[in-house]
């Protein structure tokens, strides 16, 4: 079974819900390919921090329903307003419990969504460490650099010059995250290299949210309807700063 295939089934196989010899296959690739390991560890993770915070509806939740029914009843002298108002509470209480399972599961999409995202900056980040040189276009000057993505991506990537704040920009290259080409531009500290991939999104403006990935640090944030990743071994309080210029 290839990554690809497994990918899709690491959630269902996570919740149990595989049977039979693919069950069987997604276990033996499981066990051997470290990506898809910490992809079902991610999984994993998501469902007890779900686990942790989920509230359940009670489980007297129909009883108390039938309770406050009966001892509502309409006799004969109840108008027929009066039961369309028993109606609606108990609708009420129904579709408050849909509404929290609902966004309970909207909760976990989104959290799968960012493991995955989290896990393919940090292996672009090493992938580029490795490689004959981490960027296609070398440069300290953003009058270089960020023309050279006209063209190469469908959006104008934020390049800043700040090397004199202690950041000096090192030049520039296409990545791809998932599905999606985008723009990484490389900044140095000291000896330190800083991977700041960006892609456009319609999403609204969200904080910074710092995690430690593999041994890196990793900042992510939005801003100006575009996404930011931030990921280096450079210390945290660091990786701030840099967050804090480009903005």
């Known amino acids: 079974m290839r990554c690809e295939e497994a990918r899709d089934l690491v959630g269902p196989f996570v919740d149990g819900e595989l049977t039979g010899q693919q069950k069987h296959e997604l276990e033996i ?9 910490e992809l079902a560890d991610d999984y994993r993770s998501i469902g007890r921090q779900l686990r942790a915070g989920y509230q359940r509806a009670p489980v007297d939740l129909a009883d108390t329903i039938r309770s406050a029914l009966a001892r509502e009843r309409p006799a004969a002298s109840h108008s027929a307003r009066d039961r369309r108002q028993l109606l609606q509470r108990a609708a009420v209480l129904l579709l408050t419990v849909g509404a929290t399972a609902f966004l309970t599961w909207v ?30 276009i070398a440069s300290s000057d953003r009058h270089t650099v960020k023309p050279w993505f006209n063209g190469r991506v469908d959006f104008a990537p934020q390049v800043k010059d700040l090397a004199a704040d202690g950041f000096p920009l090192a030049g520039g290259r296409l990545d791809v995250i998932g599905d999606r080409r985008v723009a990484a531009v490389i900044y140095k500290r000291r000896q330190h290299l800083i991977n700041v991939f960006m892609w456009p999104t319609a999403g609204i403006d969200s904080p910074a949210r710092a995690v430690v990935s593999k041994g890196y640090n ?9 996404t930011y990743w931030a990921v280096s071994d450079l210390n945290a309080a660091e990786m701030t700063e840099l967050q804090k210029l480009l903005l």
């Open 107 to 136: 909760l976990a999409q989104n959290l799968a969504e960012q493991a995955l995202v989290e896990r393919d900056v940090v292996v672009a980040h090493v992938r580029s460490l490795i490689q004959e040189a981490p960027f296609q």
């Open 29 to 37: 690739h499981v066990a051997s390919c470290p990506t898809c390991t």
């Open 218 to 226: 990793v900042l992510t944030w939005t801003a100006g309807g575009t």
